[in-house]
């Protein structure tokens, strides 16, 4: 079983930078892939980044890449979403999931354990 717990987010305007975290317990947090995930209000929960367990592969939604970019720290059992240039289109509640195994993935159904979500407002 593997918990996670987000924190960051808020309230930013565009062009602005935010980072959320991601801290997961137990000791085999380097086994586990991670993602992020998005949810706007009306709409379905879509793929934004993930990430390895040993970090060294990442993939990127379009809409994000080059602007977002996924990192994790291993020692801290935590992994970040860091969001440079948002849009007001990048409004949502964000949420970050594990999957036990090595190989990343952008499907959502894939992902066995999911944070709590944390909004992320971006004004125009």
């Known amino acids: 079983q593997v918990q996670l717990v987000q924190s960051g987010g808020g309230l930013v305007q565009a062009g602005g930078s935010l980072r959320l975290s991601c801290a997961a317990s137990?000791?085999?947090?380097?086994?586990?892939?991670m993602g992020w995930f998005r949810q706007a209000p009306g709409k379905e929960r879509e793929f934004v980044g993930c990430?390895?367990?040993?970090?060294?592969?990442?993939s990127y939604a379009d809409s994000v890449k080059g602007r977002f970019t996924v990192s994790r720290d291993n020692n801290k059992n935590t992994v970040y979403l860091h969001m440079n240039s948002l849009k007001p289109e990048d409004t949502a509640v964000y949420y970050c999931?594990?999957?036990?195994?090595?190989?990343?993935?952008?499907?959502?159904?894939?992902?066995?354990?999911w944070g709590q979500g944390t909004q992320v407002t971006v004004s125009s």
């Open positions: 137990g000791r085999t947090f380097s086994s586990y892939a």
């Open positions: 990430i390895s367990g040993s970090g060294g592969s990442t």
């Open positions: 999931a594990a999957r036990s195994g090595y190989i990343i993935v952008a499907t959502p159904i894939l992902y066995d354990y």
